[in-house]
């Protein structure tokens, strides 16, 4: 049987009010010291303050050869971007 | 470099693919692990991340060599804090040769047999402390001219990985460069031992980078992938124009009669290293090939109960987790 | 004869004085109060300077990576508590020597520092379980320092205090895990308690020089420290399925400077450029 230690993605908070990061990945036999695991290799310069741990093997990732469909639909809808509107000057800042 | 001679595959796959994979590479996308790729790519990214990574962490025992002996409270904590990071940047680099479908036991393993190799510089030991700001100063700074245009290379985990590297790194050289300063404006002592790590560092650190691989059919694979950015000689000579000047500004001599700066190129001529003695090092006959490799057989098969009692603890509270429950 | 000899002198004499820092005064008066806190500083310096070393002598061979880096930590928070102790020792001291010259210069008999921590690190079970024990006792001590009268010491006392929290917490969790993992793992790690537990006592034995300092709300009693280090201990030790060890006897003389052969091969490798190479500066 093999001891290999499972593999966990790491997400780190970075500040106060951020979203957290993937920054990388490590190896832990459990998800409590995946965290301590991620405390000494990823914040050894002082760069998070919340971390998520999650088993690799539990991440489903959408699939690259449906990038198509997935993702150009979204291309044309300018109209969900604020610049696509003009607002007269004399209206301000809106 | 850290990967030296990484041998490129030839591609078997549908042409169609092929050309179309070579496309992206060319737009300058990035390619990610679950996306296609020829397996030519993925088995020579592995062989060539699975080497960087090797080597940072046999790179850790030429330094490591030094830490209980350093002179000053403050040096053996940036010496610690910099072998530590090597640890960490070989740690980066076996994930994203992860993302590749090999495992990190399977990498350890191939390196302790002799399947896989390291860089050669980590087979040439540190004899006074002088050497660890050489390896720092020289070292590093090769493999910092390798290393910075590896950010933008084709492999999304592996630019990824060197981005972060990189980052961490720039402390490294520096380090090196302000101990050797201190050595070589010490006592007689201190500067002949700087004297004496540039002599014995200088060509080691010259053949990091590599045979000329002008006529390799390897590297224009490899550069073709992006998984290779710059010629040896291109980055060899940029790393001697680098360093002559801050050798000068030591006041220490580059053990090499006929440097001497060419106009016409704009940069130094110089003496190249002893290719044979690069290629018996490779071979395992540097002066400590057969002590680095049983230092990390040694940590390995030490830590097994360890690294078995910790998962065999954490199966254990798996299942009376779900007894509880 | 140069009657105006002295007066000449003088203000020389005055200027070397200051410029040298209090080199070559004479030294502290066993028994003084600062001498009393010079030696209470280095035993806690001496400690943490042992151990740091011990830790840092994996590095590069511990048994997977992710442990490397976080003994690395470790040690580098140790050595970083020690420049701030030995620092102060040294300025309390009075006499030109800061934290290098303490670390660096001295002689074995000179250093303060635990038995405990001077024992070599065996196998990876041996030193998680040194490291454990000595956290155990490491954390209310930072807690009761935080304290202190003396106002530097609390303040190193708090830095240091978060460090040692989490070393505690990982030290304590790592002997359960390995206590309750595999067979082999379980016996490294009762093996390693009853080596090291002869060197536990002596952190709860305390001297004139501990009494003195602990009536001037300076530092604990060893003593007041016990009944923590001891509930941590048998709770750590009972969910790691490991056995107390029933013997009381405890091995001491390090706080006083009799130490352990080890303790001159530490030094000698510790201290060997600056002993090599007195005239430099690194």
């Known amino acids: ?3 290999e230690w499972p593999l966990w993605e790491v997400f780190i908070r970075g500040q106060h009010g951020l979203n957290h990061r ?11 010291l995946a965290i301590r695991h991620a405390r000494d290799v990823y914040t050894r310069r002082n760069e998070g303050v919340s971390i998520w741990v999650v088993p690799s093997a539990q991440i489903t990732a959408s699939s690259p050869s449906e990038k198509g469909p997935l993702f150009e639909p979204a291309n044309d809808k300018v109209y969900r971007h604020p610049t696509f509107y003009d607002i007269p000057d004399e209206v301000g800042h809106m | 470099m850290y990967a030296q001679m990484v041998k490129s595959e030839a591609s078997t796959d549908d042409p169609e693919l092929l050309a179309a994979f070579q496309a992206r590479i060319d737009a300058g996308e990035k390619i990610e692990p679950k996306e296609w790729m020829p ?8 062989r060539q991340i699975g080497q960087h990574a090797h080597s940072e962490i046999v790179g850790q025992l030429p330094e490591g060599n030094w830490i209980t002996r350093a002179p000053t409270l403050e040096r053996k904590a940036i010496l610690l804090a910099k072998v530590q990071d090597e640890a960490g940047h070989g740690l980066y680099l076996y994930c994203a040769a992860e993302t590749l479908g090999v495992s990190r036991d399977d990498l350890t393993e191939q390196l302790l047999n002799g399947r896989m190799k390291y860089s050669s510089i980590f087979n040439y030991p540190t004899l006074t402390w002088a050497d660890i700001g050489a390896v720092g100063w020289l070292v590093d700074g090769a493999a910092i001219m390798n290393q910075v245009p590896l950010q933008r290379t084709s ?12 980052k961490e790194e720039s402390f490294h050289q520096r380090q090196g460069y302000d101990l ?23 060509y080691p650190a010259l053949m990091m980078f590599g ?3 002008k006529e390799s059919i390897h590297s224009t694979q490899s550069m073709a992938w992006r998984i290779k950015i710059n010629t040896n000689d291109e980055l060899r000579q940029k790393f001697v124009d680098q360093t002559v000047p801050q050798a000068q500004y030591l006041g220490l001599t580059i053990p090499d009669e006929n440097l001497v700066w060419n106009d016409e190129k704009g940069g130094w001529d110089f003496s190249e290293p002893d290719w044979s003695e690069f290629y018996e090092v490779l071979k395992g006959n540097g002066p400590c090939n057969t002590d680095r490799m049983e230092a990390r057989q040694k940590a390995w098969r030490d830590g097994e109960w360890f690294r078995e009692g910790l998962m065999a603890h954490a199966r254990k509270s798996a299942a009376r987790r779900v007894a509880a429950e | 004869m140069a009657p105006s000899l002295s007066d000449v002198m003088t203000p020389d004499a005055a200027a070397l004085a200051a410029a040298s820092k209090g080199e070559g005064r004479a030294p502290l008066a066993a028994g003084s109060a600062e001498h009393d806190l010079f030696t209470g500083l280095t035993r806690l310096g001496d400690t943490t300077l042992i151990l740091g070393h011990r830790v840092s002598e994996w590095c590069g061979h511990a048994p997977i990576l992710e442990e490397d880096i976080a003994l690395a930590n470790m040690a580098l928070d140790l050595i970083g508590q020690t420049q701030l102790w030995l620092g102060l020792a040294g300025e309390v001291e009075g006499r030109g020597r800061d934290a290098d010259a303490l670390a660096f210069r001295r002689d074995a008999w000179d250093f303060h520092n635990l038995l405990l921590v ?5 196998d990876f079970g041996v030193t998680l379980m040194r490291q454990f024990l000595f956290d155990a006792y490491h954390l209310p001590l930072l807690k009761a320092l935080e304290g202190s009268t003396d106002a530097r010491i609390a303040a190193i006392a708090q830095k240091a205090g978060k460090e040692v929290a989490y070393h505690l917490e990982r030290s304590a969790d790592l002997v359960i895990r390995l206590g309750d993992g595999t067979e082999e793992s379980h016996r490294r790690m009762q093996g390693a308690l009853d080596a090291l537990w002869g060197y536990a006592g002596e952190m709860f034995l305390g001297d004139a020089v501990d009494e003195r300092l602990a009536a001037a709300g300076i530092m604990p009693t060893p003593e007041s420290l016990r009944a923590e280090w001891d509930r941590t201990i048998d709770t750590v030790l009972g969910e790691a399925t490991l056995v107390r060890p029933a013997s009381d006897f405890a091995h001491k003389g390090g706080k006083q400077g009799r130490h352990s052969e080890h303790m001159g091969h530490l030094l000698t490798t510790m201290q060997w450029l600056q002993r090599a190479y007195p005239d430099a500066k690194w």
């Open chain 2, 180 to 202: 050797m300063r201190a050595m070589a404006t010490g006592t007689a002592e201190q500067k002949a031992m700087a004297q004496d790590a540039l002599n014995r560092f200088w």
């Open chain 2, 39 to 46: 397996e030519a790519y993925r088995k020579t990214l592995i």
């Open chain 1, 22 to 32: 993937h920054v990388g990945s490590l190896h832990a036999p459990d998800a409590e």
């Open chain 3, 118 to 122: 001077e024992r070599p690190n065996g």
């Open chain 2, 155 to 166: 492999f999304g985990p592996y630019s990824r990985a060197m981005i972060r590297i990189c």
């Open chain 1, 1 to 3: 049987m093999s001891s």
């Open chain 2, 211 to 213: 045979p000329s691989d």
